[in-house]
């Protein structure tokens, strides 16, 4: 079955940087857009950033453009969510989701479980 596992969340202060990483399995990794969203406590799961089937096509939400960076490697089927310069209103649970068809809220076929990042100030 298909699987997609998040890591790298944790806790960290304000101004400071994390990695977050998702490890796909069971599926043919390159053929599918790769998208990061995330949901804070109370509220609804919004779209972060994504990457399309090669790496160089990018999007990201306003709020964290200019501070996230999504890449991917098809080679190790996983793709990654640099976060730099992390505000306290970043604090979420990080999801992972891979899917066929590009955009903020386009349906996606697979999801994994999550990691949390928590952020004090």
């Known amino acids: 079955q298909v699987q997609l596992v998040e890591s790298g969340g944790g806790l960290v202060q304000a101004g400071t940087s994390l990695r977050l990483s998702c490890a796909a399995s069971?599926?043919?990794?390159?053929?599918?857009?790769m998208r990061w969203s995330r949901q804070a406590p109370g509220k609804e799961r919004e779209f972060v950033a994504a990457?399309?089937?090669?790496?160089?096509?990018?999007d990201y939400a306003d709020s964290v453009k200019g501070r996230f960076n999504i890449g991917r490697d098809n080679a190790k089927n996983t793709v990654y969510l640099q976060m730099n310069n992390l505000k306290p209103e970043d604090t979420a649970v990080y999801y992972c989701?891979?899917?066929?068809?590009?955009?903020?809220?386009?349906?996606?076929?697979?999801w994994g479980k999550g990691t949390l990042v928590t952020v004090s100030s």
């Open positions: 990457v399309a089937w090669t790496a160089g096509i990018t």
């Open positions: 989701a891979a899917g066929r068809v590009p955009g903020h809220n386009s349906p996606m076929d697979y």
């Open positions: 069971g599926l043919t990794f390159s053929k599918y857009y």
